[in-house]
């Protein structure tokens, strides 16, 4: 079955302690993005990645890194969690030849920093 | 920049009311676009989409046409039920991008 996972799905933190939420795709997919879902906000891009070891920050990167050593894992990386970043996480991904425009998007990951 | 507007929300319906979310955009060219739907507790999935004017998406009773003289892209069913509850968003995507532009969702209730 085609999908996008992210890991964990819940996860409560204290202020300052790292942590990385993992996304894997197993469509073979070239472009992956993570997104923070807040109220009244919508969805804010925060990095994105066109390819193997190629990333970009998107609308508010700010607190947060990424990496894409594979082609199938996008993990996100929080090094020092503030309480501003708690929100609901979303990782999706598409093929970045389909220029149809259609993300697939994972479960979400909802993270509280204390 | 390319953006997306829609209408805020919640928006409240009883079972079998007609919905319409209005969702306009702004971009250069001719850009293509997608109506997501968020059920509770889920991520986002592709509900429509439209690639060129005129053109109408449909989907599960959902329509959506793509009116580039009016810049919109307004979201339509003709009965809801309870099980359409959700967040929807309006999205864009312009010619030779990956990177979709977003609206910031409309959430529906549909009472019994």
Request: glycine letters at 10%; charged letters at 20%.
């Amino acid at each position: 079955e085609a999908q996008v996972t992210q890991n964990p799905r819940y996860l409560i933190t204290v202020t300052g302690k790292k942590l990385t939420v993992t996304c894997s795709q197993n469509m073979n997919h070239e472009y992956m993005s993570w997104y923070r879902q807040d109220p009244g906000l919508g969805l804010r891009q925060i990095y994105y990645s066109m390819n193997v070891e190629v990333t970009d920050k998107g609308d508010v990167p700010e607190g947060y890194k990424v990496s894409r050593k594979e082609k199938r894992n996008f993990p996100l990386i929080l090094e020092s969690p503030s309480p501003n970043q708690t929100s609901l996480y979303f990782c999706a991904s598409t093929e970045k030849g389909q220029y149809t425009g259609e993300l697939f998007f994972g479960e979400g990951s909802r993270l509280t920093v204390l | 920049g390319d953006s997306v507007t829609q209408m805020e929300g919640p928006v409240t319906l009883s079972e079998e009311a007609f919905l319409t979310i209005n969702c306009t955009y702004t971009a250069t060219g001719y850009p293509s676009l997608f109506w997501y739907v968020q059920y509770p507790g889920e991520g986002l999935q592709l509900l429509l989409k439209a690639t060129k004017a005129d053109d109408k998406g449909s989907n599960k009773g959902f329509e959506a046409t793509y009116r580039k003289e009016t810049t919109s892209f307004h979201l339509e069913k003709g009965s809801v039920q309870v099980s359409d509850s959700a967040v929807y968003f309006c999205a864009l995507k312009g010619g030779g991008s990956y990177i979709p532009t977003f609206g910031r969702g409309t959430s529906l209730i549909v009472h019994p």
